[in-house]
């Protein structure tokens, strides 16, 4: 079973490009895109573990 960067990547690389910009969550009261998401989860940043466990948790991902 896929770990949850693991699991984003392989869905995030199968998302149109126009989708990529959609507002997937809402972190801080801050709209986070899938792009956004793409950039804090790779760079392992304290937020991008927040947007990872958020995801996981609605079954995004």
């Not at 699991?7 to 990529?20: A, E, G, Q, T, W």
């Not at 959609?22 to 950039?39: F, G, H, Q, T, Y």
């Not at 940043?45 to 609605?58: A, H, S, Y």
Request: charged share 35%.
């Amino acid at each position: 079973m896929l770990e949850g960067k693991d699991r984003f990547l392989k869905v995030y690389s199968n998302l149109p490009i126009d989708v990529r910009k959609e507002i997937i969550v809402l972190m801080d009261n801050k709209p986070i895109s899938w792009d956004v998401a793409d950039e804090e989860i790779e760079k392992e940043t304290p937020i991008g573990k927040k947007i990872l466990k958020k995801l996981v948790q609605l079954n995004f991902i």
